[in-house]
């Protein structure tokens, strides 16, 4: 069963930090490229970041820029998003989705998503 896993999702203060990770199973995720969107109660879920297959090239949605940052490591099977800096507007659900490749924000060619994890940033 191919599965994706988010997990790393808090509470955590403005100008705080979180690492999201997306284990995958059934899969070698090093075969695919791999995004993180989020969405907000009553909003369309946004794409906030991308990444190829083999790590190489990686395309950040403007207000994250600076901010986030997508790595992966494949021997572990799992994509990671290093926020920092965190505000409120960053409040959401996080999911991952694997592809066959980024498209804008977005993976494209088959797409396999996972549950999500929330992140909530708050005083």
């Known amino acids: 069963q191919l599965q994706l896993v988010e997990s790393g999702g808090d509470l955590v203060q403005p100008g705080g930090s979180l690492r999201l990770s997306c284990a995958a199973s059934?899969?070698?995720?090093?075969?695919?490229?791999v995004a993180w969107s989020r969405q907000v109660p009553g909003k369309e879920r946004e794409g906030v970041s991308c990444i190829d297959s083999e790590g190489t090239n990686t395309y950040y949605e403007d207000s994250v820029k600076g901010r986030f940052t997508i790595s992966r490591d494949n021997a572990r099977n799992t994509v990671y998003l290093q926020m920092n800096s965190l505000k409120p507007e960053d409040t959401a659900v996080y999911y991952c989705?694997?592809?066959?490749?980024?498209?804008?924000?977005?993976?494209?060619?088959?797409?396999?998503w996972g549950q999500g994890t929330q992140v909530t940033v708050s005083s």
């Open positions: 989705s694997a592809g066959s490749w980024c498209s804008g924000l977005r993976v494209a060619g088959g797409e396999t």
């Open positions: 059934g899969f070698t995720l090093g075969y695919y490229s």
